[in-house]
């Protein structure tokens, strides 16, 4: 069901943006995807943050989540045959709503970086591919007890991507991060709290109520220091626009692989993928 932000005018079919005060929440909905990014919600994922970067210091701190059982699942597999058949990614003949779009679902990560305001992720289920790299291009995470996290971009025969490939490392270390990327494994919230890449882990009904506290805690110091804060925090990391075309670059050679056309079609099957190496 689309939604419309009453301030703005703005209508959006697969996300819903509330103002409380000097807080902003982005729910992803999608729910009976697990609010997998589609082409659309890519789309209106950076139309919001272009909105609400032009609403500082109105709007402080932003909070994302998702609707429903997940956080986001990624980049909506169950498009890719399409895309596949029409001959790729930038096929212009692609629709909005089939095509994920892969440079709009990864410049996601830089821009989230980009806009003034912290952004706080409560991640209230399953975080995935792209979804993990929505999480991880917060600020901060808080997770629900239900929440997952997966690196799940091997299983789909493909390197991370939306920033992963940088940022997973720069939190939890090389190690961990070559777990994740080499084994395509779900991890539950506690062994990410202890990994630190989540800040809390919190019971599911009480995820939102302590991402808002936090969130009103942040807004309630000077924002014009707490944007300088962020962009001071963020200097010190890599470049994230060279890690998105790097990344980009690395997938290019398995698109279309047969093996990235098995992993796509065993998933949507749901049997056990074989593998050839071609």
């Known amino acids: 069901m ?26 992803l909905q999608r729910p009976d995807r697990l609010n997998a990014i589609n082409r659309q919600m890519g789309l209106e994922l950076h139309e919001v943050l ?43 003949s ?7 779009g892969p440079s709009i679902t990864m410049r996601l990560a830089p821009h989230l ?17 792209a979804g993990l790299g929505i999480a991880l291009s917060c600020d901060i995470r808080l997770a629900s007890e239900a929440a997952r996290f997966t690196s799940v971009f091997v299983k789909r025969s493909l390197v991370p991507d939306a920033g992963v490939s940088e940022i997973l490392g720069a939190l939890a270390g090389p190690g961990i ?21 989540v800040n809390e882990v919190f019971p599911a009904d009480e995820l939102m109520s302590q991402a808002e506290s936090l969130a009103q805690e942040i807004a309630a110091n000077p ?3 707490v944007k300088a804060t962020k962009a001071l925090l963020n200097s010190h990391h890599p470049d994230l626009d060279r890690v ?21 079609q065993a998933f949507l099957e749901k049997r056990t993928p074989k593998f050839t190496g071609s």
């Open 94 to 100: 692609l629709s909005a709503e089939t095509d994920p």
């Open 177 to 197: 991060a070559a777990e994740m990327a080499y084994t395509g494994r779900v991890y539950d919230a506690q062994w990410a709290l202890a990994k630190g890449l």
């Open 113 to 129: 970086r980009e806009i003034p305001q912290p952004l706080i992720a409560a991640v209230n289920g399953v975080a995935a591919g």
């Open 2 to 27: 689309a939604t419309t932000d009453t301030k703005s005018g703005t209508e959006f079919q697969h996300i819903a943006l509330e103002r409380r005060g000097n807080v902003a929440v982005i729910t």
């Open 50 to 92: 272009n909105q609400l970067a032009g609403e500082f210091p109105e709007i402080r701190v932003v909070v994302i989540t998702g609707a429903g059982r997940g956080f986001c699942s990624g980049a909506d597999v169950g498009d890719m045959p399409k895309r596949m058949a029409k001959g790729g990614d930038n096929d212009p």
């Open 223 to 225: 924002p014009l220091a």
């Open 244 to 264: 998105i075309e790097t990344e980009h670059r690395a997938n290019d050679p398995l698109r279309g692989t047969a093996d990235q056309t098995e992993a796509v």
